[in-house]
């Protein structure tokens, strides 16, 4: 369905036709009357129609009508000029190709035509903008930062009705890609032109600022908008989202700066809040690992949703005193059990089950890290599968109704011991809910955004030392959501009363790493390859270029969640599988790494080692000015 112009855009085009008929028609009538000559009688009817033609669509051409000449620049009258001077030689040549050498038509209204058009048209834009700049003005008071608001929509709308009664910004106008929107009017704040044009509206408007208030559908907008931001030397800003204004600041207070999990690409995951809450509250939970950064979240939630009792299990001594600080202040009246001790500690793990017989258990404790754990297979094994199999074993002798494993995406075709520590947990939590009355939900990750070891801790503090920043390899991609968003995933599995298997997130598409490094650059208000190098320095132990969330003998559905997808764990030779798992304990037990390898290729046939290969002839390198060195 084709489009039709704006009136606006209408309007521009009629007031143009009529000054290059005013420029011609005025040139000719004058030069005849200074030689006090009369017309011909013809009147140069076809001339005037094949200028008026031929000038408009040099216009059209030129791009004149893309911009909006409210706003006119230097740059705008610079393209009237060329527009002009092109048009009057294109007329000129036709003129006398095809009209008899152009016959009568006066050789000075040739000559003075375009300057002439040039006045015309150019006069009424500045005159145009210097009104409307004075308007602006008055109804500023001449105050505030000059701001552009990307998107038009409901959040556009309370945002720009919330700054005019605010005196630090000035909304200068809206920019969205819709149509039918240009030249509109929004709280009387106009619709300037398309996102694209961002750049001459910015300057035309002399913005200082932009905020982002761009609808869902949009959202992968927000790092191309970023870059264009960051070239510009422009400051940005996002409106935030519903749910983070429940604290009752008003609008403009609560505009946020761009941060990474922004630029994901997808909006972030919304769960079913009454559903969990409904699921969690008078209940007992415990949580293993709760002094890391997804423990940590799990536990804050838990208690915000209230739960009656929370028992957090966590070995490390300062990061359970940092939780036991941080829940005392924030929630002081909730019933919070803090253990110090080992999730592989049967007798610890007996003791406290028995003692507060909690309905879920959210196992979280685990080794992530791929390097460290490709040269340290004994650990791996010993704490994310063996530590799994007593907690497991220990939940279901305690009639837990509930046991979430917090799983990876590295499980799936495992290269790495990570993977393949985790993939055998899945299989020693299957083995031991079997036939019992316990649920088992495993919950798959990506990679969690700032969570503890992460990458980006890593490149915020390399770019605050002024860079490099380091990226294993220019194609390598990662699924990411943020810490809120696992956490939130692993509370609305346990949602789904009936249902049990293996859940995951829709994350959109993969991230590419060397996207992220570039986008935390500019964030951090630096040019990537300029300010900041990036430097790729190879594939590490145990790594792949790609992830991947099933499997593919996993057939996955897509739950009453529109953004949940759940799957029933393959079928697997269990009983073979926890003889695989006594061996394992006992090559743990006598130490011999060598045996621990032999017996996880065993018992998981997919797993392929990758700690020896090459990247593909890939040379580290380290990219300065956009170019490798």
């Not at 005025?26 to 009688?41: E, K, N, T």
């Not at 006066?106 to 308007?135: C, E, I």
């Not at 997130?505 to 951090?524: H, K, N, Y």
Request: glycine share 8%; with cysteine; net charge neutral.
């Amino acid at each position: 369905m084709k489009q039709r112009l704006p009136l606006g855009r209408v309007a521009v085009i009629g007031h143009d036709l009529l000054m290059v008929l005013l420029a011609w028609l005025g040139l000719v009538l004058l030069r005849y009357a200074s030689l006090d000559q009369p017309l011909p009688a013809h009147g140069f009817l076809a001339e005037t129609f094949i200028v008026a033609g031929l000038q408009l669509l040099v216009f059209w051409r030129m791009g004149l009508y893309r911009g909006l000449w409210r706003f006119a620049s230097l740059p705008d009258l610079k393209n009237i000029l060329i527009s002009s001077l092109l048009g009057g030689a294109l007329i000129a040549l036709v003129l006398f190709l095809f009209l008899d050498r152009a016959d009568g038509v006066p050789r000075l209204a040739l000559l003075l035509y375009p300057p002439t058009l040039v006045l015309l048209l150019g006069g009424p834009r500045l005159l145009y903008r210097a009104w409307k700049n004075g308007q602006s003005l008055r109804l500023a008071g001449g105050q505030g930062e000059r701001l552009l608001v990307l998107g038009v929509g409901p959040t556009a709308e309370s945002l720009i009705r919330d700054l005019q009664r605010s005196e630090r910004f000035h909304v200068v106008g809206l920019l969205d890609d819709d149509q039918s929107l240009q030249g509109a009017k929004i709280q009387g704040v106009p619709v300037l032109g398309r996102l694209d044009d961002l750049a001459e509206i910015a300057e035309e408007t002399a913005a200082t600022r932009v905020a982002i208030a761009l609808g869902g559908e949009q959202s992968e907008a927000l790092g191309r908008i970023a870059a264009q931001c960051e070239r510009l030397r422009l400051r940005f800003c996002r409106m935030p989202a519903p749910e983070e204004l429940l604290d009752g600041q008003t609008v403009h207070a609560a505009l946020k700066d761009v941060a990474i999990e922004d630029l994901l690409g997808r909006d972030p995951v919304l769960p079913d809040w009454p559903a969990i809450r409904a699921s969690l509250q008078g209940r007992t939970v415990l949580i293993t690992g709760a002094g890391g950064s997804i423990g940590a979240e799990l536990s804050r939630q838990c208690v915000g949703l209230g739960v009656a009792r929370l028992v957090v299990l966590e070995r490390s001594e300062l990061a359970l005193h940092q939780l036991q600080l941080e829940c005392r202040e924030r929630f002081p009246s909730a019933e919070v059990v803090f253990q110090l001790g080992d999730c592989g500690d049967a007798t610890l793990l007996r003791r406290l089950l028995n003692q507060w017989r909690p309905e879920e258990v959210f196992h979280a404790a685990a080794y992530k890290q791929v390097p460290l754990l490709e040269a340290q297979p004994r650990e791996a094994i010993r704490n994310n599968l063996l530590a799994t199999d007593v907690l497991v074993r220990e939940s279901v002798a305690a009639g837990v109704g509930t046991f979430v494993l917090i799983s990876t995406d590295k499980a799936v075709n495992a290269v790495n011991m990570l993977g393949a520590s985790k993939r055998l947990a899945e299989l020693a939590c299957q083995a031991a809910v079997q036939g019992t009355g316990t649920r088992l939900v495993t919950v798959r990750f990506g990679n969690v955004l700032d969570s503890a070891g992460s990458v980006v801790p890593l490149f915020r503090e390399q770019i605050r030392r002024g860079g490099p920043v380091t990226v294993t390899h220019p194609d390598v991609t990662r699924y990411f959501m943020t810490i809120p968003e696992a956490c939130q995933l692993i509370l609305q599995a346990t949602t789904l009363r009936e249902a049990s298997g293996i859940f995951t997130l829709d994350m959109g598409r993969p991230v590419p790493i060397r996207l992220l490094a570039e986008q935390m650059v500019r964030l951090a208000g630096f040019t990537p390859y300029h300010e900041i190098d990036i430097c790729y320095t190879g594939l590490r132990p145990g790594e792949k270029l790609h992830e991947e969330l099933f499997h593919a003998d996993e057939t996955y559905v897509q739950t009453i969640h529109p953004k949940i997808f759940q799957a029933e764990p393959r079928g697997v030779d269990l009983d073979g599988f926890l003889e695989q798992l006594r061996l394992l304990r006992l090559a743990v037990q006598s130490d011999d790494e060598v045996r621990i390898r032999e017996v996880i290729s065993e018992a998981i046939p997919e797993f392929k080692p990758i700690t020896a290969r090459t990247t593909g002839g890939f040379k580290p390198q380290v990219i300065r000015g956009g170019l490798a060195s």
